[in-house]
C-alpha cells in the first residue's frame, strides 16, 4: 500500500494550495478517503473526508468553507484545494484511506503559512 501526497509548499496567508495524493497497492475506490494534519505540538486532526462514492465530503468547522476534499477514481487519486490559507493552517498534512478495521496512512506534506 502507498499512498503518497504532494503538493505542500509555503504561501502566504491569503493564498491557495492543493495537495494531492496517489493511491496504489488496495482497492481505492471502496475507501473513504481523508485528510488529517498535524501542526507543531499538537495532535493529529482529520480536516477533511470523502467516501468511497465522492460527493460534498466532510469538513472540520476551522477549514469550512474554504477547503474542498476531492476525487479520482478513475486515478486513484484524491486532492485537497485550499483557499484562504491561514497562519493556523500550518502542519503536516497527511492522506489517508479507511475502510472497516483497515486504515493506511501515507507520509505527510507540509504545509506553511505566513503571516
Known amino acids: 500500500v502507498q499512498l503518497q501526497a504532494c503538493g505542500g509548499g509555503l504561501v502566504q496567508t491569503g493564498g491557495s494550495l492543493r495537495l494531492s495524493c496517489a493511491a496504489s497497492g488496495f482497492a481505492f475506490s471502496l475507501y473513504t478517503m481523508s485528510w488529517f494534519r498535524q501542526a507543531p505540538g499538537k495532535e493529529r486532526d482529520i480536516v477533511a473526508a470523502i467516501d468511497w462514492r465522492g460527493g460534498s465530503g466532510t469538513y472540520a468547522d476551522s477549514v469550512k468553507d474554504r477547503f474542498t476534499i476531492s476525487r479520482d477514481n478513475g486515478k486513484n487519486a484524491v486532492f485537497l484545494q485550499m483557499n484562504s490559507l491561514k497562519p493556523e493552517d500550518t502542519a503536516v498534512y497527511y492522506c489517508?484511506?479507511?475502510?472497516?478495521?483497515?486504515?493506511?496512512w501515507g507520509q505527510g506534506t507540509l504545509v506553511t503559512v505566513s503571516s
Open positions: 489517508v484511506a479507511s475502510r472497516g478495521s483497515s486504515r493506511y
